[in-house]
């Protein structure tokens, strides 16, 4: 079994994080799942949640990942999300700002994308 697994995370409009890992957490619709290398092959529908990944070199990626798909076949795992964000790429600010206009105009998708955003960001 191999230690690591190649990680490919990409949005519609971006390759977001590309490299090499030891664990992937994500959200799917069957629930939260933790991917290691070795893991049986895989494909699900990705929820919108905090995507963790656990890198080679001991760090740790977390994304702001809304909807789309996972699949892990050959130690190779992609993540091919709607849209994907890096945690340190999100402005909190601007996020918490979102979220109270959301709550304000009773917007529960966008209450939900904001709530995502600001996890991600707690969990980096």
Do not use: C, Y
């Not at 977001?16 to 933790?34: K, N």
């Not at 290691?36 to 919108?48: A, F």
């Not at 109270?100 to 707690?122: C, I, N, P, Q, T």
């Amino acid at each position: 079994m191999a230690a690591e697994l190649h990680v490919e995370l990409v949005a519609a409009d971006r390759s977001v994080w590309s490299g090499e890992a030891t664990l992937v957490v994500a959200r799917t619709t069957s629930g939260d799942i933790g991917v290691m290398p070795g893991h049986q092959p895989l494909l699900g529908v990705l929820e919108s949640g905090p995507v963790t990944i656990r890198t080679s070199d001991g760090g740790t990626v977390v994304a702001a990942v809304h909807g789309g798909f996972i699949s892990f076949a050959d130690n190779k795992l992609s993540l091919l999300a709607e849209i994907a964000e890096l945690s340190d790429e999100i402005d909190v600010q601007r996020v918490e700002r979102e979220l109270e206009r959301a709550k304000a105009e009773g917007d529960a998708s966008a209450e939900r994308r904001a709530d995502v955003r600001l996890r991600a960001v707690s969990a980096r």
